[in-house]
């Protein structure tokens, strides 16, 4: 019998150094450079074994692997928009509140610290009642007016009849319309003897000035902006609804359910979702509201329709009180923030398919 000797085909060691190129002895482990094509491979039947992969360095992994390079790939993705919330919002809203802290005269050239000065005014401030009452009255009449009128436009025009098409374009055009031109149209058209005026003279009636009644002002303003971007809503109302099966309106009609009740209890649940988002974008944007103010009335007659954001442009950049003006921002935004979080939590309550 032959004696077994290391590295023989007996004991089925390999205690042979490998030969260049990476191949190790026959039967033994293959060592593979990291620079070598075949690095990757896991080896063949003729590749005399496993591969063990060996970086040129001194040993370790590839510090370039598949989910470092997939995360890189993420976070150039989201960069853009990473920075541009840091430069266009979380940045002017640190700046806010700093300034919110200081008193700015540019007319002046000075800055101040006063600290909590300014809040103490905003408490103190006698028109911030009023202000605020006819910010709530435009956001409750804007809200309610435009998810009101935007269902009923996208239940009708959810019909198959003819001209549907023609009545959508319609009444969607003033949305891509610009927003300071349709406010000035529509200030030659409320005018004292403009042409709303005038089609009431021309049916016998004598009609008000719209923009300087303190009974019709803040009604007009909102009527206005109600018609400029009630279509946005009816198109997202037209397409939750065009989501809804008719297979479950079919089985509520044989079951003697009636149109009513077909809409209470499957039109309003399906769409629920759709509703919360356009109360969301709708109450915020009816906050923020100034070009409307700033055309039509400019905040009169008296303060009948002076809302929060032109109030805040006057004491800024009118009455040149920048730190206040600061502290409206933040009031603004603080306001904006509890009804969003506000809507965001009841909407388990109502929302259909929220847990």
Same mark, same amino acid.
């Given at each position: 019998m032959a004696a077994s000797h290391p590295g023989s085909a007996v004991t089925?060691?390999?205690?042979?150094?490998? %030969?260049?190129?990476?191949?190790?002895?026959?039967?033994?482990?293959?060592? &593979?450079?990291?620079?070598?094509?075949?690095?990757?491979?896991?080896?063949? %039947?003729?590749?005399?074994?496993?591969? +063990?992969? &060996?970086? +040129?360095?001194?040993?370790? +992994? %590839?510090?370039?692997?598949? +989910?470092?390079?997939?995360?890189?790939?993420?976070? $150039?993705? &989201?960069?853009?928009?990473?920075?541009?919330?840091l430069l266009f919002v979380l940045l002017p809203l640190g700046l806010v509140l700093w300034y919110s802290l200081h008193e700015w005269n540019v007319l002046a050239g000075t800055f101040e610290f006063v600290g909590g000065e300014n809040y103490d005014k905003l408490l103190a401030d006698a028109n911030l009642r009023e202000v605020l009452g006819g910010t709530a009255l435009f956001s409750v009449g804007l809200v309610v007016l435009n998810l009101g009128l935007a269902l009923v436009l996208a239940i009708l025009l959810n019909q198959r009849l003819r001209g549907t098409t023609f009545f959508r374009t319609v009444f969607f055009s003033p949305v891509v319309v610009s927003l300071v031109a349709w406010t000035i149209v529509w200030q030659f058209l409320l005018q004292d003897d403009g042409g709303l005026n005038g089609l009431l003279a021309a049916a016998g009636v004598d009609g008000p000035n719209w923009l300087r009644g303190e009974g019709t002002a803040m009604l007009s303003v909102i009527v206005v902006q109600v018609l400029k971007n009630v279509g946005l809503n009816m198109v997202l109302f037209l397409a939750a609804l065009q989501?809804?099966?008719?297979? $479950?309106?079919?089985?509520?009609?044989?079951?003697? %359910?009636g149109a009513w009740t077909r809409f209470l209890r499957i039109t309003v649940p399906l769409i629920s979702p759709t509703i919360l988002l356009t109360s969301i974008i709708t109450v915020v944007g009816s906050l923020q509201v100034f070009a409307q103010i700033a055309v $039509?009335?400019?905040?009169?007659?008296?303060m009948s329709t002076t809302v929060l954001v032109y109030y805040l442009y006057q004491q800024a950049f009118q009455f040149h009180h920048f730190g206040y003006g600061a502290t409206l921002s933040v009031l603004l935004f603080a306001i904006v923030a509890l009804l969003t979080v506000v809507q965001w939590r009841m909407r388990r309550r109502w929302v259909f398919n929220e847990t």
């Open positions: 089925g060691r390999a205690d042979a150094r490998p %030969a260049p190129g990476g191949r190790a002895a026959e039967g033994g482990d293959r060592i &593979v450079d990291s620079g070598d094509r075949a690095a990757g491979s896991t080896g063949g %039947a003729g590749d005399g074994g496993p591969v +063990r992969r &060996v970086s +040129r360095n001194g040993g370790g +992994r %590839a510090f370039w692997t598949v +989910r470092r390079r997939d995360n890189l790939v993420g976070y $150039l993705l &989201v960069a853009p928009q990473l920075l541009g919330s989501g809804v099966p008719a297979q $479950l309106y079919e089985a509520a009609e044989l079951d003697g %359910a $039509l009335t400019q905040g009169g007659p008296g």
